[in-house]
């Protein structure tokens, strides 16, 4: 029974070269892991943040966010070769996201507050409140990684 492995060192290092050449222009992987990151937040509004979210106060049925899609159908994905975006134009996404306190916005002309009632939390983006991804989005991204380099060899 063998009390030892060699390695061929040639072997490594060809293998760490092709690797790091398909890596020259990495603007596809940084694309896939912005998709994975997009698949991320579409499931958390599929799922109602995996059952997390609040139900909603003023409509039996239906699943919070999801009225009219708009915010669901916003996303969108660009990469370079340095980074991965996902982004919405969609103005009130981050209120949603994060929540907001009755008033917390302040008042309108008539003094009423803004927002006129509390807005629970429904988390869907792959960030925490201080910009730190969240680990089981890091674990997906991570996966679109390997898998890159898995279709490469």
Do not use: C
């Not at 063998?2 to 222009?25: G, H």
């Not at 995996?50 to 969108?76: C, E, I, Q, V």
């Not at 991965?84 to 003094?111: D, F, K, W």
């Not at 997906?140 to 990684?145: A, N, P, Y």
Request: no cysteine.
């Amino acid at each position: 029974m063998p009390t030892n492995a060699n390695v061929n060192a040639q072997q490594v290092l060809n293998r760490i070269d092709t690797l790091l050449k398909q890596l020259e222009n990495p603007q596809r992987l940084m694309f896939s892991i912005g998709e994975t990151l997009k698949d991320y937040i579409l499931e958390e509004f599929d799922t109602s943040g995996h059952g997390t979210w609040p139900a909603l106060k003023f409509r039996k049925g239906g699943k919070p966010l999801m009225d009219t899609r708009r915010l669901y159908n916003s996303f969108t994905t660009h990469a370079t070769a340095n980074s991965a975006t996902v982004s919405t134009n969609v103005e009130y996404a981050p209120l949603q996201n994060y929540g907001a306190l009755q008033g917390s916005l302040g008042q309108t002309s008539r003094n009423t507050p803004i927002p006129w009632g509390d807005i629970p939390a429904r988390e869907f983006l792959p960030v925490d409140a201080s910009g730190q991804i969240k680990p089981d989005a890091l674990e997906r991204v991570m996966e679109t990684v390997q898998r890159y380099i898995n279709r490469r060899r």
